[in-house]
């Protein structure tokens, strides 16, 4: 079956601009997560929405980063004017509401500021 | 504070010979553990998973993992390692509790096999 989709899988942009990465979950998954990993590291947790639930915002690094999320589908994290240490992938992750449950990964976006 | 802990960065092993990639853990209460690898480029994709039950959990391609209480560990292995094995392994754990959602990785372990 489909897994998660994130698009687009690679973004080049010049410092100072924004950013929308776009992730679709399984379908049937309501909770969705976004990390960030700088090369070579580990996972680093951004927002984590379930449902129609407030958010967990908690790990996002600046008020530049902010994620929505269209009920239990598609969501998008946007990076405002950003900066080279915005560089890294970001991987979605989608799981059914469960603790039980792993989760499952997009490919991620490998994103590069210049 | 909770926490996972990969204590080796890097693991090398033979072709063949068993492997054995290093998890510890510290939660409060009981956890549920998962091991996912890591190919270049790619997503995390799971593993195996210990929730209940069985202390040595059989997962995917031939992995399995051995949940200890008492040392608070997780230790993923395999019997005879290939060297398609290679990749980066993260362990994490998400406790058992009610309306814990988020999952605590690991730093993550690079696993290199030799031919």
């Known amino acids: 079956g489909a897994g998660v989709s994130q698009s687009p899988s690679n973004k080049v942009t010049e410092k100072g601009k924004d950013v929308e990465l776009r992730c679709d979950p399984i379908s049937g998954h309501t909770a969705l997560y976004w990390y960030r990993q700088r090369l070579g590291q580990g996972l680093e947790f951004l927002i984590y929405f379930q449902g129609n639930s407030a958010p967990d915002k908690s790990g996002l690094p600046s008020d530049r980063f902010s994620a929505e999320r269209t009920g239990e589908s598609v969501s998008t994290l946007t990076i405002q004017r950003t900066q080279q240490e915005d560089s890294a992938v970001y991987l979605c992750?989608?799981?059914?509401?469960?603790?039980?449950?792993?989760?499952?990964f997009g490919d991620g976006t490998r994103l590069s500021i210049l | 504070a909770q926490s996972v802990a990969q204590p080796e960065d890097q693991v090398n092993v033979a072709e063949g010979n068993p492997l054995t990639v290093k998890c510890t853990y510290s939660v409060s209460g009981n956890p549920y553990l998962f091991w996912y690898v890591q190919y270049p480029n790619r997503g995390l994709q799971f593993l195996l998973k210990?929730?209940?039950?069985?202390?040595l959990v059989k997962g995917s391609y031939g992995f399995e993992a051995e949940f200890n209480k008492s040392q608070t560990s997780f230790h993923l292995k395999k019997p005879s390692a290939l060297v398609s094995d290679s990749a980066l392994y993260f362990c994490?754990?998400?406790?058992?509790?009610?309306?814990?959602?988020?999952?605590?990785f690991g730093t993550g372990t690079r696993l290199k096999v030799l031919a």
């Open positions: 992750a989608s799981s059914f509401f469960r603790v039980d449950q792993p989760q499952h």
């Open positions: 210990y929730i209940t039950g069985d202390n």
């Open positions: 994490a754990v998400r406790p058992a509790t009610s309306g814990t959602y988020k999952y605590i």
